[in-house]
């Protein structure tokens, strides 16, 4: 029985996907009447491997969630000092997250530590157990860290076969569950006036932190295509470069698209997220490998058809025909998915993504840890 937990990952003041997550799961548990709390970062990555402009967030603390900013992951005396204090708390579960190598040794140390009080058992929650850009010295450090857990808990099939080539200890798996903390939907007439678009445009959007196995040049040259051009499609492009900015501004100005090119390429605060994403048609997620995605369940929160890739795990949640289309990563799918999309139109969509959603609960997720908990 789990009457307390930790979670170590991400947390305010950091920002992003992962720290809202972590900030939903724990309240989910708190509901539960489990004391639960989060063990975030006071030094997540040196600025020099940070590809983004800032890892913290502006925004205000949330609210009902306890978080003790604690982890330096670059200093192993901290991480002793971490491991210690959680180890003394001695909670009944500690819940670590895991994306990159690079955090592998203070993750792994730390569990390490805590668990020596022969009462806390570890599971990790993997977002990524091969990273999207492979560095040498990857697998040893993700041994390292899988050595340290007691079990495994996954967002897709293709995460979990990566799991099992480094661990055979017990795993199991449960979808992304979908963000609410975006607020309710808003009328599309009113977030096309907010960001000054026209209301009779066709507009598409791509969302996230851009990076190059997310594909957004491959999205950048369908737009080019002479059915997408005929067809007036607008692109909006929303989330901050993670990597050469130029390359793409080039890119749009040399196939004659930036017309139909609307950028955002700064980071959105989670309370801005509602107006680009309700101003859109469809969402569109043009990668060239993934895991899971943080997109698809902020698409069926707000209940927008997608177009994704047949890559990774993303076709896993988004079925093809009902809750979207699903193509293959080059120019010519994507510019024909696009296409279909609005042949279809999206009320065509809206009674299957309403349906697909209820799938993907926060309670579910926090069931599956209780679960795996009984388990080891």
Same mark, same amino acid.
């Given at each position: 029985?789990?009457?307390?937990?930790?979670?170590?990952?991400?947390?305010?003041?950091?920002?992003?996907?992962?720290?809202?997550?972590?900030?939903?799961?724990?309240?989910?548990?708190?509901?539960?009447?489990? $004391? #639960?709390?989060?063990?975030?970062?006071?030094?997540?990555?040196?600025?020099?491997?940070?590809?983004?402009?800032?890892? &913290?967030?502006?925004?205000?603390? @949330?609210?009902?969630? $306890?978080?003790?900013?604690?982890?330096?992951?670059?200093?192993?005396?901290?991480?002793?000092?971490?491991?210690?204090?959680?180890?003394?708390?001695?909670?009944?579960?500690? =819940?670590?997250?895991?994306?990159?190598? +690079?955090?592998?040794?203070?993750?792994?140390?730390?569990?390490?530590?805590?668990?020596?009080?022969?009462?806390?058992?570890?599971?990790?929650?993997?977002?990524?157990?091969?990273?999207?850009?492979?560095?040498?010295?990857?697998?040893?450090?993700?041994?390292?860290?899988?050595?340290?857990?007691?079990?495994?808990?996954?967002?897709?099939?293709?995460?979990?076969?990566?799991?099992?080539?480094?661990?055979?200890? @017990?795993?199991?798996?449960?979808?992304?569950? !979908?963000?609410?903390?975006?607020?309710?939907?808003?009328?599309?007439?009113?977030?096309?006036?907010?960001?000054?678009?026209?209301?009779?445009?066709?507009?598409?959007?791509?969302?996230?932190?851009?990076?190059? &196995?997310?594909?957004?040049? =491959?999205?950048?040259?369908?737009?080019?295509?002479?059915?997408?051009?005929?067809?007036?499609?607008?692109?909006?492009?929303?989330?901050? +470069? &993670?990597?050469?900015?130029?390359?793409?501004?080039?890119?749009?100005? %040399?196939?004659?698209?930036?017309?139909?090119?609307?950028?955002?390429?700064?980071?959105?605060?989670?309370?801005?997220?509602?107006?680009?994403?309700?101003?859109?048609?469809?969402? =569109?997620?043009?990668?060239?490998?993934?895991?899971?995605?943080?997109?698809?369940?902020? #698409?069926?929160?707000?209940?927008?058809?997608?177009?994704?890739?047949?890559?990774?795990?993303?076709?896993?949640?988004?079925?093809?025909?009902?809750?979207?289309?699903?193509?293959?990563?080059?120019?010519?799918?994507?510019? $024909?998915?696009?296409?279909?999309?609005?042949?279809?139109? !999206?009320?065509?969509?809206?009674?299957?993504?309403?349906?697909?959603?209820?799938?993907?609960?926060?309670?579910?997720?926090? %069931?599956?840890?209780?679960?795996?908990?009984?388990?080891?």
């Amino acid at each position: 029985m789990v009457n307390s937990l930790v979670i170590m990952g991400p947390a305010w003041p950091l920002r992003g996907g992962l720290s809202a997550f972590d900030e939903q799961l724990v309240r989910t548990f708190t509901s539960k009447g489990i $004391n #639960a709390r989060i063990e975030t970062f006071s030094l997540q990555y040196p600025s020099l491997l940070f590809p983004g402009k800032t890892q &913290y967030s502006n925004e205000p603390a @949330p609210i009902n969630v $306890n978080i003790s900013i604690g982890i330096n992951s670059i200093n192993p005396f901290n991480w002793i000092r971490v491991g210690l204090r959680i180890k003394k708390e001695c909670p009944d579960l500690l =819940i670590v997250r895991f994306w990159i190598p +690079f955090l592998a040794p203070s993750l792994g140390t730390i569990s390490r530590i805590v668990k020596s009080n022969k009462h806390t058992k570890v599971i990790a929650i993997i977002d990524n157990m091969i990273p999207h850009e492979k560095r040498i010295g990857d697998q040893l450090l993700t041994k390292y860290f899988a050595n340290a857990m007691d079990g495994f808990l996954t967002m897709s099939d293709k995460v979990s076969k990566d799991v099992k080539q480094f661990s055979s200890k @017990p795993l199991i798996l449960s979808p992304h569950p !979908i963000f609410a903390h975006f607020g309710e939907a808003i009328l599309k007439k009113d977030a096309r006036q907010i960001l000054g678009i026209n209301e009779s445009d066709k507009l598409i959007l791509f969302f996230g932190f851009i990076r190059h &196995y997310k594909g957004l040049d =491959i999205l950048l040259r369908a737009m080019a295509t002479e059915s997408i051009k005929n067809s007036n499609i607008k692109l909006m492009i929303v989330g901050e +470069f &993670y990597e050469d900015t130029q390359t793409y501004y080039d890119l749009i100005k %040399d196939l004659g698209i930036a017309e139909r090119v609307i950028l955002h390429t700064e980071f959105v605060p989670d309370t801005d997220v509602k107006k680009y994403v309700c101003a859109s048609d469809f969402i =569109i997620q043009p990668y060239r490998n993934a895991t899971q995605s943080g997109v698809t369940p902020l #698409a069926y929160h707000f209940e927008i058809p997608m177009l994704v890739t047949n890559v990774g795990a993303l076709a896993d949640t988004v079925p093809n025909g009902k809750c979207g289309v699903v193509v293959s990563p080059n120019v010519e799918a994507i510019a $024909n998915g696009i296409i279909e999309l609005y042949q279809n139109g !999206i009320s065509y969509y809206t009674p299957y993504i309403k349906e697909e959603k209820k799938k993907y609960s926060w309670e579910q997720m926090a %069931d599956n840890f209780l679960t795996l908990h009984q388990r080891l």
